[in-house]
């Protein structure tokens, strides 16, 4: 079993659409997630970090569940420019575990 | 730009050959990651260097290694290349564990494209 174990993709949704993502993550000792976002053939790059108490950012909420262990992220109004993938993250003592991603592609 | 560059961009070798691949870190940060991402998939985690000690390492063999300068920069060194070598690698900077208080997050270079042919 991975370790972070994300929605398998792609994800094909128009403007405007709102798209929910779901993360499950093995170690119950993880102390720190995030969401990333990659474009292609880029470099990854931080979205947000995640918190019990759930997080907004604009468009994007992060909801963390310690007990079901247990990630999502909530794109609302999605724009063209949300096209990426979407990469779950969890910090075992500053090593990052990634999730192998979930591609949005976002159309006209 | 995260501060964070990785020399060179990209790289062709042959099956067998030696890689030496390069990170320079932000400013101010004393820990530098490396990751492998082979197309598809997420970055794997290969090792850690925090204050020029190995500090953690993934599952990689032995012909895997790194150091990290006093300067805090970084060189990953792959021996035997093999076919399935070929992926992006990914560096991140950032603050150590001890050294970190609020400040948790990575900052990634843009990394070092290898084909193993």
């Known amino acids: 079993r991975k370790e972070v174990e994300q929605d398998p993709g792609p994800f094909n949704v128009p403007e405007g659409a709102t798209v929910a993502f779901n993360c499950t993550y093995s170690n119950s000792a993880s102390q720190s997630f995030f969401w990333y976002r990659q474009d292609c053939r880029k470099e990854p790059k931080l979205l947000m970090s995640v918190y019990s108490s759930g997080n907004e950012d604009g468009r994007f909420t992060a909801q963390l569940n310690r007990a079901s262990q247990y990630i999502s992220l909530l794109i609302r109004d999605s724009k063209l420019s949300d096209s990426a993938t979407y990469l779950c993250v969890v910090d075992q003592g500053g090593k990052l575990i990634f999730g192998q991603g979930t591609e949005l592609s976002v159309k006209p | 730009e995260t501060g964070v560059t990785q020399s060179p961009t990209h790289l062709i070798k042959t099956r067998g050959q030696q890689v030496t691949l390069r990170c320079s870190s932000q400013?101010?940060?004393?820990?530098v990651s490396w990751y492998q991402q082979a197309l598809g998939q997420g970055p794997q985690f290969i090792f850690q260097?925090?204050?020029?000690?190995?500090?953690g390492r993934g599952n990689f063999p032995p012909r895997f290694s790194g150091l990290q300068f006093p300067n805090y920069s970084s060189e990953l060194n792959v021996n035997a290349l093999e076919l399935d070598d070929s992926a992006l690698y990914l560096c991140?900077?950032?603050?150590?564990?001890?050294?970190?208080?609020?400040?948790?997050?990575?900052?990634f270079g843009q990394g070092t494209r290898l084909t193993v042919v």
């Open positions: 991140a900077s950032s603050l150590g564990l001890r050294d970190r208080g609020q400040n948790t997050e990575a900052f």
């Open positions: 400013s101010g940060h004393n820990t």
């Open positions: 260097y925090y204050r020029e000690e190995e500090n």
